[in-house]
């Protein structure tokens, strides 16, 4: 038997190719671990040409047909684009629950001005936001959940099918649920240091009354940062299960 392959069958593959590299390629920068400015950039290169590759067959039978004009597939690949960065923004948002609850603890144990570069948000964050951070991302790579993130990849197809307009009412509630939900994660992450630091400072305004004479801010100051690192030692492993959990189940949104 012989098979021909014409020119349009081969323009309309590099067309779907072109359109899941464009998608996979904005969440590879913006995905949680995957996206990190720790991996070079030829790395992450690699990375996307290759699921997209994987994906590519998979995928391809939804994807309409190449448009005709120049400005309609220059539309259809910013569109993949727009869609690969906004569910990659909003999953390197759930990111932010790390540093909302790193920062209310450098605060509450008097290290504010101690700052780190965080990998996870490319800037300096508060030490114990930049620990948190390189721990879950290490934990990501550790427990296969980058799995996850790669499943998420192919299932978008189905939340986001190729072509079809997108939903702003649908993208702009789930970007404030996510951001409402990830704040709260983080304040809950942050709850022991906040009930403790309360008392504490209660205790240290208490102490300042009863004796003016002593420089209580000499005094707390290193038994406040002592006692934070302390009950760091002590919740760090509740707080990095609980986010693992959480961000299980952010990831399984997409897959279910």
Do not use: C
């Amino acid at each position: 038997m012989n098979y021909t392959i014409s020119q349009d069958m081969i323009a309309n593959d590099v067309f779907v190719f072109l359109a899941v590299f464009s998608r996979l390629g904005a969440m590879f920068m913006l995905f949680p671990a995957l996206g990190s400015s720790a991996i070079p950039s030829q790395v992450k290169l690699v990375l996307a040409l290759s699921v997209s590759a994987v994906i590519m067959p998979v995928v391809a039978p939804s994807f309409p047909a190449m448009p005709n004009t120049p400005f309609a597939l220059a539309g259809a690949i910013i569109l993949e684009v727009t869609i690969g960065a906004i569910i990659g923004a909003v999953a390197r948002t759930v990111m932010s629950a790390l540093q909302v609850a790193g920062t209310i603890i450098a605060f509450q144990t008097g290290l504010a001005f101690a700052q780190n570069f965080d990998p996870a948000q490319d800037s300096q964050s508060a030490i114990y936001a930049s620990f948190l951070s390189i721990t879950i991302m290490t934990l990501i790579f550790v427990t296969d959940l980058h799995h996850l993130l790669i499943g998420a990849m192919h299932q978008s197809y189905s939340v986001f099918p190729p072509g079809a307009a997108l939903d702003w009412s649908q993208l702009s509630g789930l970007m404030v649920n996510t951001l409402s939900e990830t704040f709260i994660l983080g304040v809950q992450l942050a709850t022991p240091f906040i009930a403790v630091g309360l008392l504490f400072y209660l205790g240290v305004g208490v102490l300042s009354r009863l004796m003016p004479q002593v420089q209580i801010f000499f005094v707390a100051m290193p038994a406040n940062i002592w006692l934070g690192l302390l009950i760091f030692f002590l919740t760090i492993s509740t707080m990095i299960m609980w986010f693992m959990d959480y961000f299980e189940a952010f990831l399984l949104r997409f897959l279910v």
